[in-house]
């Protein structure tokens, strides 16, 4: 079993949400993040002052899936993530030794 993590921007998440579910991938959790890499943030004015912004606001999605379907479920990622410019985000993978489905006690795959 592997975790995939993805950040990517905002306005990417329903798009990755579809790619995902048509994978079918039934759950996945969302979080709210903030960070930079490349970008280096980005300036705004309020009141006519100017600011520099260090932490980019992005959205982090967090899914288990059997080792079959890793590649399948990179690609759908990876496909409705990217705009092709610097701030599309990071994925990465992590091997899992175990998951237990707390409600039924069920564990390993059966419990994605």
């Known amino acids: ?54 932490f980019i606001p992005k959205i982090k999605i967090e899914v288990v899936v059997p080792d079959a379907k890793l590649p399948a479920v990179l690609d759908a990622v990876l496909r409705a993530s990217r705009t092709g410019e610097v701030g599309d985000g990071k994925l990465w993978v992590s091997d899992l030794s175990e998951v237990v489905r707390i409600r039924t006690g069920e564990s390993g795959e059966n419990a994605i």
């Open 1 to 54: 079993m592997k975790k995939v993590e993805a950040v990517i921007r905002h306005f990417k998440l329903e798009d990755v949400k579809n790619a995902l579910t048509e994978q079918g991938i039934a759950g996945m959790t969302i979080t709210e993040v903030r960070g930079f890499g490349r970008q280096k943030g980005h300036t705004e004015t309020y009141r006519g002052t100017e600011y520099q912004v260090d």
